[in-house]
């Protein structure tokens, strides 16, 4: 079952829980029926990597995990982490700040 979610990617978000608390980082990939997002530079864990050619190297890389949805919170310019509301102007449906009302 796909859900629609109001985090999209390439929004700036802060996770609000776990070892990474307090960090922020732009979504890179969100990953609809899991409920999950990548966020870059955060949750990084190392994972064995196989050699593959002559110049890939293989051994131990570091690579960002997936964060579930809920432990991210998007950043607004103005008041930082907050909750995302909708605005219908005109024809279009935009996300707006709950906090101060600018569009996300």
Known sequence: MEVKFKI???DMVEIIAGKDKGKRGNVVRVIRDKGRVIVSG???VKK????RSQQ????IAEIEAPLNISNVMIVCKKCGPTRI?????G???IRVC???GEAL
């Open 98 to 100: 709950r906090k101060c």
């Open 85 to 89: 509301g909708y605005k219908i102007d």
């Open 91 to 93: 024809e279009k449906k």
């Open 56 to 59: 890939d190297q293989g051994g």
């Open 48 to 51: 064995a990597m196989k050699k």
């Open 42 to 44: 955060a949750n990084l």
């Open 8 to 10: 999209r990617k390439d």
